[in-house]
């Protein structure tokens, strides 16, 4: 049987939430201001890439990172955060919602059938 080998995310982020929570606000909001508006309300950097924050020693994707310091909860391999706008560039709050992972895949499926998902809008 093989071993599933768990990423020690979750502990940091609960670390980063019980302890250093106002420094990370801070730079989550930082970084949503210096994201550019597109068109359809997307907070975007000029990355290729969702673009990556290192905070406390640690680097994770800027849309995860948001999201678990200003939400104060912490997405695993389990729960993860959806782009409610099909855009894994975007870093807007508004725009992000935890869910498993059978979540974020109806959501590519429905995106990919119907379109613009008519919860978003």
Known sequence: MLEYFEDDSEERFRDIIENHLEEA??????LIEAARVDENGCRVTDTVKPQKVRFNGHQWEAYRFIYC?????????DRVVRHRCHNRSCINPDHLEIGSQRDNKRDDWEHWAYGSDPDYL
């Open 25 to 30: 606000r801070r730079r989550a909001f930082s």
């Open 69 to 77: 310091v200003l939400n104060e909860e912490i997405a695993s391999r």
